[in-house]
């Protein structure tokens, strides 16, 4: 790294062209040809990677060392030449899970796989239950509330009324988010209700990305406008626990994980062993019954 430096954060990627967000602006960069030698198994960049460039006479730059990355959302990508790790979004400060309380029902099971790949990544989680209105306060709690037992921290909102939209907007300011949730949640809507046209850009983006499963599309962070980032990342739904043995799920459901230790054996499954105290726990109604029926199913490699 040389003096002429300057550090930046990629913010959008597209056919080899990285778009570095820096103090003198945004530059768009591409990778020095040093980085690019030997073998590869997966992204070299993606966006949430900070990075080193030289900015050029003309303005554009070149990438010269990508920091180390604190962890990153990967999706495996099967090809002819072997598997390829598609990175979705690197440095990610939390993931904001947007599930709608009606139209459509909320599909738990999918919430429990996010959060799940979500503590495997080291990825703080944030549930939105959206379109309060729909069912009320009462009924959205009787929904979510579970997974404020474990510890989650749940926001309660409606686009429509803007219930929640201010405390969804403190919790996006200033990081790096990843958004995700099914189709109809309304996420844009929210996005929308934040900051006038966001909800408008994610879905462009999100639109191409669901699109272009084999085609080079683009990939962007969206900046706001009190600080921090959101990034729409589609690929929550098809992203597998592939390098996840079934032994070590239960470490991934709070709920289960601080109970292991007690378990009479060291290799409980907590499917039929004596002196399992997460079957104990269950049986006592310390642990929700969906919640450990999405582990069996995540143990059995279920989706």
Partial sequence: MTESTIPGLIIRAQS?????ETEQGAVVCQLRGRLKRGPRTGDLTAIGDRVQIT?????????????ERKQAIIRLD??????????????ADQAVFVFACKRPDPRLKMLDRFLVIAEKQGI?????????????????????GLYADIGYPIIYTSAT??????????TLIGKISALAGPSGAGKSSLLNAIQPGLGLEVDEVSEALNKGVHTTVVRQMFPLAGGGYVADTPGWKSLALWDTEPEEIDGYFPELRERVADCQFNDCSHIHEPGCSVLA???????????YASYLRLRAGQK
């Fill in 281 to 291: 726990a269950v049986e006592r109604g310390e642990v929700h019954p969906e919640r």
């Fill in 55 to 67: 900015v050029l006479a003309d303005g554009s730059g070149m990438i010269e060392q990508i920091e």
């Fill in 124 to 144: 703080p989680s944030v549930i939105v239950a959206n379109k309060v209105d729909l069912v009320g306060s009462k009924k959205a709690k009787e929904i979510f």
């Fill in 16 to 20: 080899g062209f990285l778009t570095v």
């Fill in 161 to 170: 009324d803007k219930k929640g939209v201010d405390k969804l907007q403190s």
């Fill in 78 to 91: 099967p090809r002819p030449q072997g598997e390829y790790r598609q990175i979705l979004l690197a440095n």
